[in-house]
């Protein structure tokens, strides 16, 4: 595929239940980005990483959220005992981390807890 | 703290018709300025960006105005059509493959 892809598209928890979300990257693309938007809202910053290296995590809201990216390629936005206020559109982002290459976005998660 | 702040939250114009959206900063380190734009279930899709160097960059129907004095730019859309009624957003970043800082978005809907 061309694009970044993030599965799955939808996801309903209820309270207090896990969720795992996951990105497949660009090829190739060394940086990802993790971005929450809320409804009506512009995307919010969670976490980054460069390559499987996790340069920034200043954004993740609480301890119950937790992102890896092992191989340096996929990466999977974890959230535990996910709470209503979880409640929102998970964005992946990938870029070739060079300064003129820009950020692609995937289409996202819906996740809604109830 | 909103580092970037976006107006108007919602625009209506009719089809061939000028939308303007307007954002302003607060971080003078921030050094690239796009806008992005998103329709109903898809990701942000970059449409245009800017750098401080120069105050105004076209691309076909789309213009950005730079103001660095300011801190503030904006996007200008020509001959609006019905398929541009989209959420617009600006972001600024340190580099063009950094961390985006977002403005709340502007629903832009066009009028046939």
């Known amino acids: 595929g061309a694009g970044v892809s993030q599965s799955p598209r939808y996801k309903v928890a209820k309270r207090g239940q896990d969720v795992a979300l996951r990105c497949d990257p660009i090829s190739g693309h060394v940086s990802l980005f993790w971005y929450q938007q809320a409804l009506g809202q512009g995307p919010e910053f969670l976490t980054y990483f460069q390559n499987e290296a996790q340069l920034d995590k200043s954004g993740l809201p609480s301890d119950r959220f937790f992102a890896e990216r092992p191989e340096g390629s996929v990466s999977t936005l974890k959230i535990q005992r996910t709470q209503q206020e979880d409640s929102a559109v998970y964005l992946c982002?990938?870029?070739?981390?060079?300064?003129?290459?820009?950020?692609?976005f995937g289409n996202g998660t819906r996740l809604t807890v109830t | 703290q909103q580092q970037v702040k976006q107006s108007p939250q919602s625009l209506i114009v009719q089809k061939g018709g000028i939308s303007i959206i307007n954002c302003a900063y607060e971080?003078?380190?921030?050094?690239?300025f796009p806008w992005y734009q998103q329709f109903p279930g898809k990701g942000p899709a970059l449409l245009i960006a800017i750098r401080p160097d120069v105050s105004e960059k076209k691309e076909g129907r789309f213009t950005i105005s730079f103001n660095k004095s300011a801190k503030q730019f904006s996007l200008h859309i020509m001959d609006s059509q019905p398929g541009d009624s989209a959420t617009y957003f600006c972001a600024a970043s340190n580099n063009a493959g950094n961390m985006l800082t977002f403005g709340g978005g502007t629903r832009l809907m066009v009028k046939p």
């Open positions: 971080n003078t380190a921030f050094d690239y």
């Open positions: 982002a990938s870029s070739l981390a060079d300064s003129s290459s820009p950020l692609h």
